[in-house]
T-cell receptor
Framework: TQLLEQSPQFLSIQEGENLTVYCNSSSVFSSLQWYRQEPGEGPVLLVTVVTGGEVKKLKRLTFQFGDARKDSSLHITAAQPGDTGLYLCAETGANSKLTFGKGITLSVRP | ETGVTQSPTHLIKTRGQQVTLRCSSQSGHNTVSWYQQALGQGPQFIFQYYREEENGRGNFPPRFSGLQFPNYSSELNVNALELDDSALYLC???????????FGSGTRLTVV
């Protein structure tokens, strides 16, 4: 079973700061998804990356997939309080089963 | 188009009891998956249903069972509840054409 490690586990920053968080695995990802989950809600899909070296942008969020497809990063520019939440990475396995990391809890202070 | 709807939103049960959680999938989605999310953890895959058949199962005991109905809605049943079953239970629907998952808001189960 592939283990996904996310870091840091917790992050508290001031509004307007930039941040980068990471998702790593000991084996190659077939494809990787990033989700954001707010309290009391289910995860919401942000992006899917498939190709090594791929970079995708979603407004102030930039997602990068490592060349070897064993790691991924999420960079947020000028964080806002609305970015607060749990950021989860997940690998798609057999039968489209998702294997999630433990998540990164981000708090953006006004 | 409607999203994924789960009921109830919250539930308190006593150890040893049985519980049934319900999920209505997003319109056009024929695959339903169930996940358990303990506090401070990422969701863990329980099982998946496609065309009313289970087609994938995670590392959960047989007392976790499910059903999918012809309208693609689904149920998760848990027998002989244990304290460690306390968690947020998430339902997600998808379709081969969509290629991604839409999650419901979950059912918060507390076992006392």
């Amino acid at each position: 079973t592939q283990l996904l490690e996310q870091s840091p586990q917790f992050l508290s920053i001031q509004e307007g700061e930039n941040l980068t968080v990471y998702c790593n695995s000991s084996s190659v990802f077939s494809s990787l998804q990033w989700y954001r989950q707010e309290p009391g809600e289910g995860p919401v899909l942000l992006v899917t990356v498939v190709t090594g070296g791929e970079v995708k942008k979603l407004k102030r969020l930039t997602f990068q997939f490592g060349d070897a497809r064993k790691d991924s990063s999420l960079h947020i520019t000028a964080a806002q309080p609305g970015d607060t939440g749990l950021y989860l990475c997940a690998e798609t396995g057999a039968n489209s089963k998702l294997t999630f990391g433990k998540g990164i809890t981000l708090s953006v202070r006004p | 188009e409607t999203g994924v709807t789960q009921s109830p939103t919250h539930l308190i049960k006593t150890r040893g009891q049985q519980v049934t959680l319900r999920c209505s999938s997003q319109s056009g989605h024929n695959t339903v998956s169930w996940y358990q999310q303990a506090l401070g953890q990422g969701p863990q895959f329980i099982f998946q249903y496609y065309r009313e058949e289970e087609n994938g199962r995670g590392n959960f005991p047989p007392r976790f069972s499910g059903l999918q109905f012809p309208n693609y809605s689904s149920e998760l049943n848990v027998n002989a509840l244990e304290l460690d079953d306390s968690a947020l239970y998430l339902c997600a629907s998808s379709s081969p054409l969509f290629g991604g998952y839409t999650f419901g808001s979950g059912t918060r189960l507390t076992v006392v």
